[in-house]
């Protein structure tokens, strides 16, 4: 069965940094995109960017581009999710998904249970 | 950038057919998918590449597509099928990838 486990809720300060994680299982890790999600509360939702962990090709919305990082670590099957300097906008819950087919074009199946991040002083 | 754009709600009592619609630029050149999601749970995929079902998805669950315009059409709709819909597409040079903003489908 294909998984996608994300990493538990954080509760963070304005300026501090974070990393979430997604860890596959099921199927080759390498040989599938995977994408991190954005909803913010009572919100929609918002495609942020994606990786190819086989050589860690990365894509990002314009929205996204500069504002996160999103890297993996091929050896233990799991995609990040990394801020540098936490804004109150950045409280929501991330979703990170399985990318089926060509890249930013494809489709999202399976997800992860989401991480939910609150960012409060 | 680009959107695709969704009505924001949709109302149909029971055994109706729910038609929800999803218009973007790129929609002629780029595949169209659509999920559901209840609250407190994360999205399901319901239909991809446009019309296309995947297994475990009820049939009441259909996707067309139509120029610039994609629709999501739930025929005989179940009181469980009341959620929030998003279609997901990609820019025309299929760069990055893009939501609707969401349908609340309301089951009266």
């Known amino acids: 069965e294909v998984q996608l486990v994300q990493s538990g809720a954080e509760v963070k300060k304005p300026g501090e940094s974070l990393k979430i994680s997604c860890k596959g299982s099921g199927y080759s890790f390498t040989s599938y995109w995977i994408g991190w999600v954005r909803q913010m509360p009572g919100k929609g939702l918002e495609w942020m960017g994606i990786?190819?962990?086989?050589?860690?090709?990365?894509r990002y919305s314009p929205s996204f581009q500069g504002q996160v990082t999103i890297s993996a670590d091929k050896s233990i099957s799991t995609a990040y999710l990394q801020w540098s300097s936490l804004k109150a906008s950045d409280t929501a819950m991330y979703y990170c998904?399985?990318?089926?087919?060509?890249?930013?074009?494809?489709?999202?199946?399976?997800w992860g249970q989401g991480t939910l991040v609150t960012v409060s002083s | 950038s680009y959107e695709l754009t969704q009505p924001p709600s949709v109302s149909v009592s029971p055994g109706q057919t729910a038609r929800i619609t999803c218009s973007g630029d790129?929609?002629?050149?780029?595949?169209a998918y659509w999920y559901q999601q209840k609250p407190g749970q994360a999205p399901v995929l319901v239909i991809y590449k446009d019309s296309e079902r995947p297994s475990g998805i009820p049939e009441r669950f259909s996707g067309s597509s139509s120029g610039t315009t994609v629709t999501l059409t739930i025929s005989g709709v179940q009181a469980e099928d009341e959620a929030d819909y998003y279609c997901q597409s990609a820019d025309s040079s299929g760069t990055y990838g893009v939501f609707g903003g969401g349908t609340k489908l309301t089951v009266l």
């Open positions: 990786i190819y962990p086989g050589d860690s090709d990365t």
């Open positions: 998904a399985r990318l089926w087919v060509a890249a930013a074009a494809g489709w999202f199946d399976p």
């Open positions: 790129a929609l002629p050149k780029q595949y």
